[in-house]
Every structure is written in structure tokens, then in C-alpha cells.
């Protein structure tokens, strides 16, 4: 699933929430995470002044518990890694 300004929470949680993925990231990297949920509260810093932005919540463990976030605007694209 290609990520652009108008793909939704919802888009991304449907099809890949409690789900094994590649995350293709716009920098050119290549991950591999467990998605767990969606965020539309994610700041890259925590500062009070940052604005809020979408973000898949992952793991590198396979817990359904929280872990770190990444914005979508640093996603290019997300899809199911059918080896796991």
C-alpha cells in the first residue's frame, strides 16, 4: 500500500494491524516491524509546540503491546510480509 497525504488511519489499521510488515521508508530504508495500531496524536519529538501527525505504532518483538511510532509523511510504502 503506497502511503500518501490522503491514506487514512483506517486504510492502514484494516489491513495491517496485529500484522508482520515491510515498511519501505522514503529515505530508502527497508524495515521489517510488527504493526499494532494507529496514531493520529504522534509527535517525532515530544514537544508541546510540534504538531500532531498520523503514524503507524510497531514492534520488532511480535507483542499486540505499544511500542515506537513512525509518521507516515517518512513512509513511501507498507506490505505484508507473507514469510512471517
Do not use: C
Not at 488511519?9 to 510488515?21: G, I, P, T, Y
Not at 515530544?46 to 511510532?69: F, H
Request: charged letters at 30%; a negative charge; proline letters at 2%.
Amino acid at each position: 500500500m503506497k502511503i500518501t497525504p490522503k491514506t487514512s488511519l483506517w486504510d492502514v489499521e484494516s489491513h495491517f494491524a496485529f500484522s508482520w510488515v515491510i515498511v519501505h521508508m522514503k529515505d530508502g530504508r527497508t524495515l521489517h516491524l510488527y504493526i499494532v495500531d494507529t496514531d493520529d496524536e504522534f509527535q517525532r519529538h515530544d514537544e508541546d509546540d510540534e504538531p500532531e501527525l498520523k503514524a503507524i505504532v510497531y514492534n520488532t518483538t511480535g507483542s499486540n503491546s505499544y511500542g515506537n511510532g513512525i509518521a507516515f509523511d517518512d513512509i513511501d510504502s507498507i506490505e505484508l510480509d507473507n514469510q512471517h
